[in-house]
């Protein structure tokens, strides 16, 4: 069972067995988030977060190889345990859904060369760590996220999303049945 709750400064507690750093990833071959976020076993802490923006012109092997690299200096300098994704789901527009496995393939193979194991969940469940629901909007994931990371302000859309992730797998690994939640600490 995990025990949840919040620190004085506003960041999440949770009880699990193991610290562990989980690279979080939102995939797309014009923005990709990232976020990179500890668990110590009680607390998580942002590492850091960003948007990685290739621009439409360039061909996409290009965007991918731009991908790539920046997704492997992250992992190299920083050697998550893990990468979390969501699960890849078909849309009506294949091509968009093909260019986005490649992109999910040169991270996935990014972090595998650092040492981080792969990790999937489904967009639903991403959402459910850090709202409680599987439908929420992004204004509401990063709200959530912003919260229990303690951060003054929330990150941008996709590195929200991908921070998610990164909450997700932790949850996940901790044994957490339900949601993170954490209480709103006023200062």
């Known amino acids: 069972m995990t025990a949840i709750g919040a620190h004085a400064n506003g960041s999440a507690v949770i009880a699990a067995s193991k610290a562990t750093t989980v690279l979080g990833v939102d995939p797309g071959t014009l923005a ?15 590492i850091g977060t960003g948007v990685i923006r290739t621009r439409p012109q360039d061909p996409l092997w290009d965007r991918l190889a731009l991908i790539h690299d920046a997704i492997a200096a992250i992992a190299n300098e920083h050697r998550p345990d893990a990468l979390s994704l969501e699960q890849c789901f078909v849309s009506k527009n294949v091509q968009s859904a093909l260019k986005l496995g490649h992109t999910r393939g040169v991270i996935m193979v990014a972090c595998r060369k650092a040492g981080a194991e792969v990790f999937e969940y489904a967009p639903s469940q991403v959402k459910s760590a850090v709202t409680g629901s599987g439908k929420a909007e992004k ?14 302000k929330a ?33």
Do not use: F, K, Y
Request: glycine content about 8%.
């Open 32 to 46: 990709t988030g990232w976020g990179l976020v500890h668990s110590d076993g009680r607390t998580l802490r942002m």
């Open 155 to 187: 990150p941008p859309a996709d590195a929200s999303d991908a921070c998610a992730a990164a909450i997700c797998h932790i949850n996940h690994v901790s044994g957490a049945l339900g949601r993170l939640m954490t209480m709103a600490v006023r200062r």
């Open 139 to 152: 204004h509401q994931v990063a709200e959530m996220i912003r919260i229990m990371l303690a951060l003054q």
